[in-house]
């Protein structure tokens, strides 16, 4: 990830008040990014997120391969 769109999702996460952002007085300067209250309610629902993709990580693999395949012998088709 580019450290310009990294600045521009935490920019979003802080406007939806899912983080807050402390800049330090210090040089060189130091921000600080750390979850909000509300940041943390997503907790859940991420780490299920991510237990699921676990779970279903093979068929996700396999329905790609079956896509690809089908998308190589269309455009093959059509050569």
């Given at each position: 990830m580019?450290?310009?769109?990294?600045?521009?999702?935490?920019?979003?996460?802080e406007r939806?008040?899912?983080?807050?952002?402390?800049?330090?007085?210090?040089?060189?300067?130091?921000?600080?990014?750390?979850l909000?209250?509300?940041?943390?309610?997503?907790r859940?629902?991420?780490?299920?997120?991510?237990?699921?993709?676990?779970r279903h990580?093979?068929?996700?693999?396999?329905?790609?391969?079956a896509?690809?395949?089908g998308k190589?012998?269309?455009?093959?088709?059509a050569?």
């Open positions: 580019s450290e310009k769109m990294l600045t521009q999702t935490l920019r979003a996460l939806d008040g899912l983080v807050r952002r402390t800049i330090h007085p210090e040089i060189p300067p130091r921000v600080e990014y750390e909000t209250e509300l940041g943390v309610t997503l859940g629902p991420l780490l299920a997120l991510t237990d699921w993709s676990m990580m093979n068929e996700v693999l396999e329905a790609r391969a896509y690809d395949q190589e012998a269309a455009h093959e088709s050569s």
